[in-house]
């Protein structure tokens, strides 16, 4: 697939649930100069809950540019593992632990 060097801002909201995530992230990958970035997304059928180190390594480490990232990921998974509860919150600090600045859920 093409790279999409000049696009600087991109925002994508997906107003039901959605199962392929990983077209979105190769669709993402494919932004290296995103300077700003809105995801408002559901996905379904997962086996892994997408938290903020899978967001850094699957998507953020491949846009160097981005200095803003507006979010709303929720992920259904089908295993329920009750012990685990993952918050935006959550999310947020481990975007801002890897140098994020502006980061808003």
Known sequence: MNKLPNLKCFSLQIFYEFQPYDRIASLLRRMSNLEKLTLNISIKDRNSVIDGT???HDILDCM???H???FYI???VETVDLSYKLSSEDIQQTLMNIGLQDVTS
Do not use: D, H
């Open 68 to 70: 803003s990232f507006t």
């Open 74 to 76: 929720c992920t259904y």
């Open 64 to 66: 160097p540019q981005l």
């Open 54 to 56: 899978y967001i850094q």
